[in-house]
């Protein structure tokens, strides 16, 4: 991040200020934001400066995100929201996660290969995140929504400096697949814009205003709505790649308030993303299946050690052939979340687990998923905190830009499986079903310790997303490692029940050896894995912490109370 870019600077400025005044003895009341970019948290503190709640902060992120980072999330995506309410102790998750229109089928990709489908019509869900986003303002927000969205509008409209992640995502392909996308992320002498340069989004800056204005009716049901069923026509696989999508879907849209999913582990509580999300339940299952290695704190476990990556590969992989079956959205089929998490079943999943050896094989692989995505988390002053993964599924989405409106569809029905497994006594828990929502991973997610929250947290990263929420989770309940420490960490990410990993290049080669010689499959990633953002606050003293991936453009800001 260059340190010349003055609103960075002053970022930098408002972060260093919020640490010398925790050093001069300010403990309790800090509001805390932590994003993967530095503009977008400058809109958070923009609304909590005016009075708004944490979920008038998490609106004004998100908008603000997708003129930030729209290779990642915006309105034409979808979310989960995990709130946490001081006043009552209350946690509330939001599903506003795209839903299949109508019209889809089982089979709609059996004949497309994943590029092909994932870059046409076909791929596109009726977006939730707007939706969303209302459901939250209305519940608490204090803001009206016109003013959630000006800083986005600001942004978009008077143009944004290119931070680093989105100069790398700008190079990528699904940025330019579209004449509409093409001409937004070029400049005027057709070259990729770069890192540094200005850049303006005045049809995206229109539709936001025209939300300010009208309210998301006007996305649901007005001219937006018209013009994404048009957009998402768009094939680049013939007839059987259009989307399905219709005007009936978009009016239809509701998010779903669901109950959290919690486990217990080593005296803390989880509170984690329930179904269609099969993060938390992976999650949970792990820690739970690790927990007897864990107890005795045998020598050669801990964060690195390759005894501790081996069990955990190897515990990951119980919890993906357990998703790859049962995890899907609950009202396409029955998920025996019970069983699935019983301390019994665990208990048995954990005597499968050797210290030395690798498993024989299990179930076949899942289908490809992104790696792309977006985690925000905010504690307002009054303790009220929110932790939010949001996505359009591959970067840039489905790379259909919606024209006129300067916003980008999802691809996230290609998180449905590909091709439909139902048959032979497999639910076919994940197969594409009309108004149902495409299993995800992501794994939004609360800690609480004594009744008292201490941390929020949550990673984009698609698969591998489970991956990272888990050794989040360990390097935090079981190694106490601080927040900065746990996220400098190599990573490596089960993105299968076979076990192929991904492990970031600065995991030590000698452990990657070691890994390989127990017969695991392991790959070096040439991207990194993750960008979590981590929001806590400790339970002695009260003081609030924030800490954002530097794999992106992670930014911290602390407001003083
Ligand atoms: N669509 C993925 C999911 O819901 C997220 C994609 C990503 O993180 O890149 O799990």
């Not at 509008?153 to 100069?167: F, H, N, R, S, W």
């Not at 995206?204 to 996305?219: C, N």
């Not at 801990?302 to 515990?315: F, K, M, N, R, V």
């Not at 929502?437 to 939004?444: K, L």
Request: net charge negative; proline share 7%; hydrophobic share 40%.
């Amino acid at each position: 991040m260059s340190p010349n870019w003055p609103r960075f600077r002053k970022q930098m400025g408002q972060w260093l200020l919020g640490m010398i005044v925790t050093q001069y003895g300010w403990s309790a009341g800090e509001a805390v934001i932590a994003t993967s970019q530095p503009l977008a948290a400058e809109a958070g503190a923009w609304a909590l400066e005016r009075g708004g709640d944490a979920v008038d902060a998490a609106a004004a992120i998100q908008f603000a995100l997708n003129v930030v980072e729209p290779q990642s999330s915006g309105i034409g995506g979808g979310a989960f929201f995990l709130v946490y309410r001081a006043a009552t102790h209350q946690v509330y998750a939001l599903d506003a996660r795209e839903v299949a229109p109508r019209d889809d089928t089982p089979d709609q990709f059996s004949h497309l290969g994943y590029l092909e489908a994932s870059t046409s019509g076909i791929a596109v869900g009726v977006p939730g995140t707007l939706a969303g986003v209302e459901a939250l303002r209305q519940r608490w927000g204090r803001l009206t929504l016109a003013q959630s969205l000006q800083p986005a509008i600001d942004d978009a409209q008077k143009g944004i400096v290119i931070t680093p992640y989105l100069a790398h995502s700008l190079q990528s392909s699904r940025a330019a697949l579209q004449p509409e996308a093409l001409a937004l992320t070029r400049d005027v002498q057709g070259q990729v814009r770069t890192l540094g340069q200005r850049w303006i989004q005045p049809e995206l800056a229109h539709t936001l205003r025209l939300i300010a204005r009208a309210g998301p009716k006007v996305f649901y049901q007005g001219e937006i709505a018209r013009a994404m069923v048009t957009a998402q026509r768009r094939t680049r696989a013939g007839p059987a790649g259009q989307g399905r999508m219709s005007l009936e879907d978009l009016a239809h849209y509701q998010p779903v308030w669901r109950t959290p999913l919690e486990g217990e582990y080593r005296g803390y509580r989880i509170v984690t993303m329930p179904p269609p999300s099969s993060g938390g339940v992976a999650v949970l299952q792990a820690l739970q299946t690790l927990a007897p290695f864990k107890l005795g704190t045998l020598p050669g476990l801990g964060a690195g050690d390759p005894d501790e990556i081996h069990l955990t590969i190897e515990a990951l992989r119980l919890a993906m052939a357990d998703r790859a079956r049962w995890l899907g959205d609950p009202a396409a089929t029955p998920i025996p979340l019970e069983h699935l998490l019983s301390p019994f079943y665990l208990a048995q999943q954990s005597q499968r687990l050797e210290r030395k050896k690798r498993m024989g094989d299990m179930l076949s692989g899942t289908w490809p998923e992104g790696t792309n995505t977006t985690q925000f988390t905010v504690v307002d002053h009054e303790g009220n905190v929110v932790s939010v993964t949001s996505t359009v599924e591959a970067p840039w989405g489905s790379g259909i830009l919606v024209p006129g409106y300067g916003f980008f569809l999802n691809s996230e029905l290609t998180d449905f499986n590909l091709k439909p497994q139902a048959g032979a006594g497999d639910p076919g828990a994940n197969d594409v079903r009309p108004q149902c929502r495409p299993r995800s991973s992501m794994a939004p997610t609360l800690v609480f310790k004594d009744g008292q929250w201490i941390s929020a947290y949550g990673s984009p990263g698609g698969v591998s997303i489970i991956s990272t929420v888990l050794e989040m989770s360990q390097d935090f309940l079981d190694e106490a490692l601080t927040p900065e420490a746990a996220l400098r960490l190599p990573r490596y990410a089960v993105m299968d029940a076979q076990g192929h990993t991904l492990v970031e290049k600065t995991l030590a080669p000698a452990v990657v050896d070691q890994l390989r010689a127990r017969g695991h499959d392991v790959t070096v990633s040439e991207i990194p894995l993750g960008s979590v953002q981590w929001v806590g606050e400790n339970p002695q003293t009260h003081e609030r912490l924030g800490v954002a991936d530097q794999r992106r453009d992670g930014t911290v800001i602390r407001l003083l109370p």
